[in-house]
């Protein structure tokens, strides 16, 4: 008997693979190859590219904290803005804030919307047909060009940056997040692990400090993001968003109702708390 398995092919000199239970969907989009299967220990998955985007068991961790850090490090978010994030489980972290009044999700390919609906439903669990919700099929670089409005808090759910997602790495995308934001505003960004994909992360701080005074990353361990934690890059132009007590996000959270698996105030503080081969790539 064959098994079916898919390898991740992101990282040169060693291989994630994959078995597929069951294969949803394999085929090209108009931008990506799109892999949809069943693996027997992280439930159903996609793959963009060859490089493993989600899973049902460990997306919570994702996008909790992509989610939930920067809403509650601002305390009076109302407006949220993402890039990418085509499956919906951003979408849906954001949207169990009732304070936020509207989310903008900004996606290159509306194919993974399509897929993910019908595949990945416990990611969006509704989302895509909440009121607040503004989806946009656009190139997320084009659209912060010219954004629609401004807001509280951007959060960039990306792939890497080989492919349709390179552009959200590179200097002029990350001079408009300006456009997108208020002020006092938060960006957050996908960015990569930082034991494998070193200079990708020392790259994203060193063009975000151009443009913003605040500028750092925070961590979280995704199982299927092998090797080590992720960074998740952080820029403002208000340093107290970084800053904010442990206290305060307890109240705020408390405030919010939400229930969370990987999220609390006090893992909110500690992700910030960087070893020292990290900590060196943000100076
Ligand atoms: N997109 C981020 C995938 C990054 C994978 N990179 C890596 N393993 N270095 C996730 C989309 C979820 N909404």
Same mark, same amino acid.
């Given at each position: ?22 294969? !949803?969907?394999d ?5 990506q190859?799109l ?9 159903r998955?996609?793959?963009?590219d060859?490089v ?17 850090v920067?809403?509650l ?8 803005l993402?890039i ?11 949207l169990?804030h ?19 609906k019908? /595949?990945?439903?416990?990611h969006?669990q509704?989302?895509?047909? +909440? ?9 997320g670089?084009?659209?912060a ?7 509280d808090?951007m959060?960039?759910d990306?792939? +890497?940056?080989?492919?349709?997602g390179?552009?959200l790495?590179?200097?002029?995308? /990350? ?8 002020? +006092? ?14 200079d ?18 925070y961590?979280a361990?995704?199982?299927? !993001? ?11 132009n ?12 307890t ?10 698996? !990987?999220y ?6 500690g992700a910030f708390a ?10």
């Open positions: 008997m064959t098994i079916t398995s898919f390898r991740e092919q992101l990282h040169s000199g060693f291989f994630s693979e994959y078995e597929a239970e069951e294969v !949803y969907f085929s090209a989009t108009e931008h190859r892999v949809v299967f069943k693996n027997p220990k992280f439930g998955m996609m793959m963009l060859g493993t985007q989600t899973t049902e068991a460990d997306e919570f961790i994702y996008h909790e904290m992509l989610a939930h920067p809403i490090a601002h305390g009076n978010a109302k407006k949220v993402i990418g994030g085509g499956d919906g489980g951003m979408l849906r972290e954001v169990r009732s304070s936020i009044e509207k989310c903008t999700m900004v996606e290159i390919d509306s194919s993974v919307v399509e897929l993910s019908e /595949y990945l439903p416990n969006s509704g989302a895509f047909v +909440d009121p607040r919700t503004n989806l946009v099929f656009n190139d670089s084009a659209f060009r010219e954004p629609d409005d401004l807001y808090v959060i960039v990306s792939t +890497d940056p080989i492919g349709p390179e552009v790495f590179q200097d002029t995308f /990350y001079a408009n997040t300006r456009n997108c934001l208020h002020p +006092d505003g938060i960006l957050v960004t996908q960015n990569g692990v930082p034991f494998l994909q070193a990708e992360l020392r790259n994203s701080l060193m063009h975000l400090k151009q443009f913003f005074t605040d500028v750092s990353c961590l361990t995704i199982p299927t !993001y092998v090797g080590g934690p992720m960074a998740f890059g952080w820029a403002s208000s340093k107290s968003h970084r800053s904010v007590d442990v206290e305060i996000l109240e705020r959270f408390a405030q919010s109702g939400i229930s969370t698996r !990987y609390s105030p006090e893992v909110h503080k960087l070893p020292p081969y990290i900590s060196n790539l943000t100076e």
